[in-house]
């Protein structure tokens, strides 16, 4: 079974760095696709960032382009997203998540992820 397990959030004021980390455990895990997702109040699920396993190829939304780095670090199945610059609007839970490849052409955002963490706080005040 998959266990994914976040860790880093908290509160930090505007301008301020947070680092989230996620221990992945993975069968298979160099054909999946990693990815951080926020939900602030009252809005939807969106994905901020994701990293495909096998080569690093990274993806981030327009909105934390810049700003926000996704890694992993193989030899500790461990997935980050470091947050600089943070803004109020950054405020959410945050999710690590994991989706299965299953073609040869596939686009980071749209991917099925079916595996999914508790989620971790991240509050920014101005």
């Known amino acids: 079974q998959a266990q994914l397990v976040e860790s880093g959030g908290g509160s930090v004021q505007a301008g301020g760095s947070l680092r989230l980390s996620c221990a992945v455990s993975?069968?298979?895990?160099?054909?999946?696709?990693m990815g951080w997702f926020r939900q602030a109040p009252g809005k939807e699920r969106e994905l901020v960032a994701g990293?495909?396993?096998?080569?690093?190829?990274?993806d981030y939304a327009d909105s934390v382009k810049g700003r926000f780095a996704i890694s992993r670090d193989n030899a500790k199945n461990t997935v980050y997203l470091q947050m600089n610059d943070l803004k109020p609007e950054d405020t959410a839970v945050y999710y690590c998540?994991?989706?299965?490849?299953?073609?040869?052409?596939?686009?980071?955002?749209?991917?099925?992820?079916?595996?999914w963490g508790q989620g971790t706080q991240v509050t920014v005040s101005s």
């Open positions: 990293i495909r396993w096998a080569n690093a190829a990274t």
């Open positions: 998540a994991a989706a299965p490849i299953r073609s040869v052409f596939f686009n980071i955002r749209t991917l099925k992820y079916e595996y």
């Open positions: 993975l069968r298979f895990i160099d054909s999946h696709v």
